[in-house]
T-cell receptor, first 112, second 113 residues
Framework: GEDVEQSLFLSVREGDSSVINCTYT??????LYWYKQEPGAGLQLLTY?????DMKQDQRLTVLLNKKDKHLSLRIADTQTGDSAIYFC????????????FGRGTSLIVHP | DADVTQTPRNRITKTGKRIMLECSQT?????MYWYRQDPGLGLRLIYY???????NKGEISDGYSVSRQAQAKFSLSLESAIPNQTALYFC????????????FGPGTRLTVL
């Protein structure tokens, strides 16, 4: 996961917005993903963005991609306690094995 | 019913024992993967298989082996378990589409004493 970096923890208050950040090193990314892992479960794809897009919005989720800075972010509006989970950033490179590379995951803690 | 299942869900074993973790899927996907998850280290790829006759090493394959018995089944073996193989193990599947969304099983928590 050293090619994809995320901070390990984020704590927010219920109702606030959460912003989880990710940086990646390879400019040949085709897709970038956010996966969510709830306690005791496997990862599940939350959203993804194609590399020729700058932004994608899906209900409370907003993904921003800054290709120049190789920076990806996930904004969760009106964060709820049910959003408490580990969020993994991942990138898919063109060529090679075509398998996503995952970051270390950011634990989001939502407190009342 | 879950699309990707793993057995066992939890296992405690001793150093030197042989362990097999099994994965089955009903998604009809050709591609299957084994990952391990360690706190603070994220997800690391152990082995992957793009079809029944294809097996490839991932970034941390030492100490592990796999078998792809059928399109739906992919098992991971630890020939002689050691304590630093204590981790959470995930099986995943994907189709061959461009997005390559991965579908994960619920995980197997393995403890090697």
């Amino acid at each position: 996961g050293e090619d994809v970096e995320q901070s390990l923890f984020l704590s927010v208050r219920e109702g606030d917005s959460s912003v989880i950040n990710c940086t990646y090193t390879d400019s040949s990314s085709t897709y970038l993903y956010w996966y969510k892992q709830e306690p005791g479960a496997g990862l599940q794809l939350l959203t993804y963005i194609f590399s020729n897009m700058d932004m994608k919005q899906d209900q409370r989720l907003t993904v921003l991609l800054n290709k120049k800075d190789k920076h990806l972010s996930l904004r969760i509006a009106d964060t709820q306690t049910g959003d408490s989970a580990i969020y993994f950033c991942a990138e898919l490179l063109s060529g090679g094995s075509y398998i996503p590379t995952f970051g270390r995951g950011t634990s989001l803690i939502v407190h009342p | 019913d879950a699309d990707v299942t793993q057995t066992p869900r939890n296992r405690i074993t001793k150093t030197g024992k042989r362990i097999m973790l099994e994965c089955s899927q009903t998604k009809g996907h050709d591609r299957m993967y084994w990952y391990r998850q360690d706190p603070g280290l994220g997800l690391r790829l152990i082995y992957y298989s793009f079809d029944v006759k294809d097996i490839n090493k991932g970034e941390i394959s030492d100490g592990y082996s796999v078998s792809r018995q059928a399109q739906a089944k992919f098992s991971l073996s630890l020939e002689s378990a050691i304590p630093n193989q204590t981790a959470l193990y995930f099986c995943a599947t994907s189709d061959s589409g461009r997005v390559n969304e991965q579908f994960f099983g619920p995980g197997t928590r393995l403890t090697v004493l």
